[in-house]
Nanobody, 123 residues
Framework: QVQLVEAGGGLVQPGGSLRLSCAASGNIASINTMGWYRQAPGKQRELVATISSSDSTFYTDSVKGRATISRDSEKGTVSLRMDTLKPEDTAVYYC?????????????????WGQGTQVTVSS
């Protein structure tokens, strides 16, 4: 089992930068991919960026070139740096961790989520 805690959200002006952080605890060794998702009011939750255990990264087109995801697998932390922020980036940002763990004798895949941190881009 893994617990995730996010931090770093807040109010930022358009064109500004922000760094979000997420700390995992529990069975950190079971984590494969970590990522960041976001959900704006009235919209579906969408993927922002992911980073695998081999440090392979993926970014959604809307943030490509403006976002950088990084992780420290030993510490169980993942960060998202976003630059040139736009009002469209306003959302609640959620940290995600994908694990493979035993439940009894069955190997199962789990997804864990943080509580979310609000990012507001506005003048």
């Amino acid at each position: 089992q893994v617990q995730l805690v996010e931090a770093g959200g807040g109010l930022v002006q358009p064109g500004g930068s922000l760094r979000l952080s997420c700390a995992a605890s529990g069975n950190i060794a079971s984590i494969n991919t970590m990522g960041w998702y976001r959900q704006a009011p009235g919209k579906q939750r969408e993927l922002v960026a992911t980073i695998s255990s081999s440090d392979s990264t993926f970014y959604t087109d809307s943030v490509k070139g403006r976002a950088t995801i990084s992780r420290d697998s030993e510490k169980g932390t993942v960060s998202l740096r976003m630059d040139t922020l736009k009002p469209e980036d306003t959302a609640v940002y959620y940290c995600n961790a994908e694990t493979v763990e035993y439940s009894g004798y069955q190997l199962r895949r789990y997804n864990y989520w943080g509580q979310g941190t609000q990012v507001t881009v506005s003048s």
